[in-house]
């Protein structure tokens, strides 16, 4: 893959893998007390008691997570990841204790600004488990530099 350092770099249909994480227990249980502190989160037996019958990430940590990826990865080179918002947010089943996961990015839209230095980026993203099912997706709205003549 050529070396992506500014918008003109992109191309429709490139692709960006993430490194991997391991998702422990006590990582869940330490995002959820802080941020999103529900039973499901936080407590084995109640969260036996919820529609995910078990200990789940909160879907925020998930898209934490995703974050964090999304950043290792570098798809548009030295540039910061810049949003203006996010499309197609979506959790699609929970992420657990043991869980690996890996995020992949497809660059699906680029349409160059008419008036500034910069274009805007469409990247869904998925994150995977380590069975390959899919348990989060996300379409950042990213504003990306462009090389200047």
């Known amino acids: 893959m050529a070396q992506v350092e500014w918008f003109d770099d992109l191309t ?10 391991h998702v422990t227990e006590a990582d869940i249980k330490r995002f959820a007390a802080e941020f999103d502190p529900q039973p499901m989160h936080l407590d084995h037996e109640a969260a036996k008691q919820t529609l995910f019958r078990g200990l789940a990430a909160s879907g925020w ?27 197609g947010l979506r959790w699609t089943i929970p992420v657990r204790p043991g869980d690996r996961l890996h995020l992949v990015g497809e660059v ?35 504003i990306v530099p462009r090389r200047t003549a």
């Open 12 to 21: 429709i249909g490139m692709q960006f893998k993430s490194p991997e994480v």
């Open 61 to 87: 940590h998930t898209a934490a997570i995703a974050m964090s990826l999304a950043i290792q990865t570098r798809p548009f080179g030295p540039h910061p990841l810049i949003g203006a918002g996010v499309d």
């Open 108 to 142: 699906m839209s680029l349409t160059p600004s008419k008036s500034k230095p910069q274009g805007i980026a469409l990247v869904k993203w998925t994150m995977f488990n380590q069975n390959g099912e899919e348990v989060y997706t996300f379409t950042p709205i990213a």
